[in-house]
């Protein structure tokens, strides 16, 4: 039978994060929920909050530092996470690198890097002490190679993240910690669906002509995939990238 975990999910007021939690919430682990949408927060909480053991929202800009400092502060005993997904992350803009700034980069390291840097962080020392933690990082098929659906920015930001997991995994697997990521392809969670619906049907027909499925994928699928390195004996797999990409990868 497998453990309960403590799960802290960023992110998860929709997409595939929010799909994670209700997964998670049905095998009865204890959630803590954070996203910066009050109230997309508070209805994902309340559907959960039947089937979870317990869940804990926490409204809060993972941007903010001292913000997610202080929450973990008030965390009691046996209530620190055993397992992080770092889902807060992403940028729909297909721009041209001509049209990109350094603060562009910035913004994009902060929201894609660094707030995932920032949980790690605060997970690891009780996660080493314990001898036992599972973090994963939701990465991108843009960080593997290049971005049709997004820009330069962004595939850095994510090539980076990818860097991070690497390096966390050989540092903590002596301590009885993973990390991975899962790298998605394009998924139709509701900020894509809405650009994609937002382009022409030839910018639509040029783009699904690079996906060899030749089409989206879809938030149970990609929150499928995350679950095994989340909860469940997945203890010798550390430093992987699972793509989900539809083939956008080999």
Request: charged share 20%.
């Amino acid at each position: 039978m497998n453990r309960t975990e403590n799960v802290l999910i960023t992110g998860a007021g929709a997409g595939i994060c929010a799909e994670v939690a209700r997964r998670l919430a049905t095998q009865g682990h204890r959630l803590i929920l954070v996203d910066r949408d009050a109230a997309a927060l508070t209805a994902v909480a309340r559907e959960v909050g039947a089937a979870a053991l317990t869940v804990e929202p926490w409204v809060v800009d993972v941007q903010d530092v001292a913000a997610v400092e202080r929450h973990f502060a008030a965390l009691g005993a046996g209530e620190r996470p055993t397992a992080l997904l770092n889902g807060v992350g992403g940028d729909a803009r297909r721009r041209p690198v001509t049209e990109l700034c350094e603060s562009d980069l910035l913004d994009s390291f902060l929201h894609n890097v660094v707030t995932a840097f920032t949980l790690i962080r605060l997970v690891v020392p009780e996660m080493t002490t314990q001898g036992y933690g599972r973090i994963v990082n939701l990465a991108s098929i843009a960080g593997r190679s290049y971005s049709v659906f997004s820009n330069a920015a962004y595939v850095t930001a994510k090539a980076a993240l990818l860097g991070l997991t690497k390096q966390y995994a050989w540092e903590l697997a002596p301590l009885g910690v993973t990390v991975n990521a899962v790298a998605h392809g394009p998924i139709a969670t509701d900020r894509i669906a809405a650009a994609w619906r937002a382009k022409s049907e030839e910018e639509r027909r040029e783009l699904t002509a690079q996906i060899p499925v030749g089409r989206l994928g879809t938030v149970a699928e990609a929150a499928h995939l995350v679950l095994p390195f989340l909860a469940g004996p997945s203890g010798f797999a550390t430093g992987a990238v699972l793509d989900v990409s539809a083939g956008m990868a080999i």
